[in-house]
């Protein structure tokens, strides 16, 4: 199976970076870790555009944690293209991000998100957030054939 | 009650209708006296006609006796010589004119002689015997009853007078007949009002003159004798009765002087009901016109009045209806032309107002939106902004201890931890504000709810969650709700929450729950025998962010009741409570009942009860 098993962070803000990759690592997750910081640089990603040129498209990442508020490019506008292209369709999304508006909630959904996830305040809690979702999104769930 | 609607048409109508009244009774009453006085007038005549013939018939009667007596007093009549009497009676008829037929008899009945010449020798009893015997027994001037002339074939009536001899006694009789169909002792015929018969009768009802068809009546029995009795035994008068001829008829009456001789004059009821019923037909007919003319006069006056009224009434009630463009009328009379005026003012400044109104109202909504957008931005920065930080502090603290806790001192890990501690508890502030915050734009999804199972169920799940102590959950029976059921619950854990937070830490603790109805009310009720507290903070019970109670001693946010009322008082209820402290609180709430919002409620299937 040619799959990079990457897990694509989209997050602007470094200290959530931080908080997140610092989860992932109590979480004993080794997977690669793309981080990129707005919504434009993660469809240049996605689909190899400009600083992204030539990258592999093959190496999809195995699931890409979405934040919705974005610099640029928000989060939902990255989904919606996301699930426009062929070649991104099918990659699972979390949603993660601070707020739990119903309304957010919903687009997401609409979008074709696959999970939504608040971040919790207190950062035990996150940390047993993001062991669960690695656990879930990077062990037990199947995903699609690429 | 009334016969007529109380409209214009109504009162105009009753007007005109209480003027034609009196009107037709006045002329009403014109026209009966008016008949009343020619019934009177045609009495006085009927009157006047029967005297004056009873006059005439009294006069010639008494002709007659003068002449008889003259005729008896001749010495050639009292001779009572058969020889010579016949050429002498001839002479004296003669002498008095009056004398038609005359005839002397002896005290036999026997003819002596005769103005006519008569076989002389013959015995013939031309004067009836009774008569005779009568005038034997009291010789005097008589009238004999009406009979059918034996010679002439005619009804006659004799007039029989005696004859003196020289000793003074009656020797004999002149009698002299009088034809009753020649006898008229009737004023002249072109004296007599149209329609007038004059009839004299006997005693007995026989007629023996008649002013019209003599030939048919004279002799004839033309009354019932008693009738004739009853009504003649007053002499004199006036009569209304059915006549020989069966014409209702006005009679006068009078008796011949000292004769059983009664004459009747009589005209016909038509001759007076006729023209007076002519006349009320013309009159009538006039004044129906005149009626019929002011009723259609004053209809119409009505009508003039009423039709722009009608017309102003329709356009307000098209303008109430919500027709803007709609205008009153202007027409029919200055008064009502003017109020047309002042109403289309008055359509106009409120039309204006209105627009001023619905203007300022769609200002104010576009403000409210507005500000209900800013709001609806802040909460969402809120919710996102502000967690971020606060998720940063609390990671980077844990981070600090993770990673440089053994170089840090009791006092710096424990600095650490209220850092911690408080970044997590705004996170909470946070959380629960927004619920809050959302409780106030979520629309209500109103059902029927089972309040005692939700309750239970509810209790069960916050007992799982914080399973210290061993409290008592005196549950009662709940009266059913109506309202959102998810909202509803965050009450119901709110309240039981609390409950068991401040739920006394001694030896049996206890928390009931009860329910009852009030009026178009459920009132619910939750009580814990905890530490309570001081109604004098009761103001600030329900408060954001107010708490009674130090955050050491109990946990919390203070908006737990915040959002109880917020949810009760949007569902139309109230809450309120009473404490003492250290004797427990009672928290109460109350719904409206479901038929308070038009809706019935569906009677709780058996297995929604769990």
Not at chain 2, 531 to 537: H, I, L, N
Request: glycine share 8%; hydrophobic share 45%.
């Amino acid at each position: 199976m040619n799959r990079s098993r990457t897990i694509l962070l989209v997050e602007d803000n470094p200290n959530d970076v931080e908080l997140t990759l610092r989860a992932f690592e109590q979480s004993k997750i080794k997977n690669e870790i793309v981080v990129v910081r707005d919504g434009k640089e993660a469809l240049d990603f996605l689909f190899g555009t400009a600083a992204h040129a030539g990258r592999d498209l093959r190496n999809a990442p195995e699931v890409i944690l979405l934040d919705l508020k974005l610099p640029k490019v928000d989060g939902l506008e990255v989904l919606r293209r996301m699930r426009a292209d062929e070649r991104t369709r099918r990659l699972p999304v979390v949603v993660m991000t601070s707020s739990n508006e119903e309304q957010d909630i919903i687009s997401s959904y609409d979008l074709g998100a696959n999970s939504f996830m608040r971040k919790p305040v207190d950062f035990s809690q996150f940390i047993e957030a993001v062991h669960q979702l690695g656990l879930y999104w990077l062990v037990l769930n199947e995903p699609p054939p690429g | 009650m009334r016969l007529l609607p109380k409209t214009i048409r109504g009162e105009f109508g009753l007007f005109a209708v209480s003027l034609a009244l009196p009107l037709v009774g006045l002329i009403g009453y014109g026209l009966y006296d008016r008949a009343r006085d020619e019934f009177a007038a045609t009495e006085t005549r009927t009157r006047r006609l029967a005297e004056s013939s009873a006059d005439r018939a009294a006069q010639y009667v008494a002709d007659l006796r003068n002449t008889l007596e003259a005729i008896a007093r001749r010495p050639l009549v009292r001779a009572m010589d058969r020889a010579r009497c016949d050429p002498s009676l001839a002479d004296l008829v003669d002498l008095y004119p009056r004398a038609g037929s005359l005839i002397v008899v002896d005290n036999e009945g026997m003819i002596l002689c005769s103005s006519r010449p008569l076989p002389r020798d013959r015995v013939l009893r031309i004067v009836d015997e009774d008569l005779l015997r009568e005038m034997l027994a009291d010789p005097r001037f008589r009238i004999s009853k009406p009979v059918l002339g034996r010679v002439s074939g005619r009804w006659v009536v004799s007039a029989v007078q005696p004859v003196f001899g020289e000793g003074g006694a009656a020797v004999g009789t002149v009698a002299m007949a009088t034809d009753l169909l020649q006898w008229r002792p009737f004023p002249t015929s072109d004296g007599l009002p149209e329609g007038a018969v004059i009839t004299v009768v006997t005693a007995d009802g026989t007629v023996i003159a008649r002013s019209a068809e003599a030939e048919k009546w004279v002799g004839r029995k033309a009354w019932d004798e008693r009738i004739v009795q009853q009504v003649l035994g007053l002499k004199e008068g006036v009569v209304r009765a059915q006549g020989p001829n069966g014409v209702d008829r006005i009679f006068g009456f009078k008796q011949v002087a000292e004769l059983p001789w009664f004459v009747l004059a009589g005209l016909p009821e038509e001759s007076v009901f006729a023209p007076a019923r002519e006349r009320l037909a013309q009159t009538g007919t006039l004044l129906a016109l005149v009626v019929g003319l002011v009723l259609a006069l004053s209809w119409g006056l009505a009508a003039r009045i009423s039709k722009p009224i009608r017309a102003i009434a329709e356009a307000l009630r098209a303008r109430a209806e919500g027709n803007e463009d709609v205008k009153v009328p202007v027409a029919g009379p200055v008064e009502v032309a003017g109020v047309a005026r002042e109403l289309n003012r008055l359509i106009e400044a409120s039309a204006r107002a209105e627009r001023e109104l619905e203007g300022r109202v769609r200002e104010r909504t576009a403000q409210l939106e507005a500000a209900n957008q800013e709001l609806e931005g802040f909460s969402y920065s809120v919710s996102h902004d502000l967690r971020s930080p606060l998720r940063a502090i609390d990671g980077f603290s844990r981070m600090l201890t993770e990673d440089y806790g053994a170089r840090l001192d009791d006092e710096g890990r424990r600095r650490l931890a209220v850092i911690r501690e408080n970044s997590r508890r705004m996170g909470r502030l946070i959380d629960d504000l927004l619920d809050f915050a959302r409780l106030g734009k979520k629309p209500l999804a109103r059902s029927a709810i089972d309040m005692s199972s939700l309750a239970g169920e509810v209790y069960r799940e916050l007992r799982a969650a914080n399973p210290e102590g061993a409290p008592v959950f005196d549950l009662g029976p709940l009266p059913a709700g109506w309202g959102d059921p998810a909202m509803l619950r965050q009450v119901l854990a709110n309240l039981l929450s609390n409950a068991l937070k401040y739920v006394s830490k001694g030896r049996a603790p206890r928390i009931e729950m009860k329910g009852w109805a009030d009026g178009d009310h459920n009132v619910y009720c939750v009580k814990d025998d905890g530490v309570g507290f001081d109604m004098a903070y009761y103001d600030k019970l329900f408060g954001v962010f107010q708490r009674l109670h130090s955050e050491e001693e109990f946990p919390g946010t203070g908006v737990g009741l915040a959002i109880v009322q917020r949810v009760v008082t949007r569902h139309g209820g109230r809450v309120w409570a009473e404490s003492k402290p250290d004797e427990g609180s009672s928290f109460y709430f109350s719904l409206p009942k479901a038929a308070m919002n038009g809706f019935a409620v569906p009677p709780a299937a058996p297995g929604d009860r769990k």
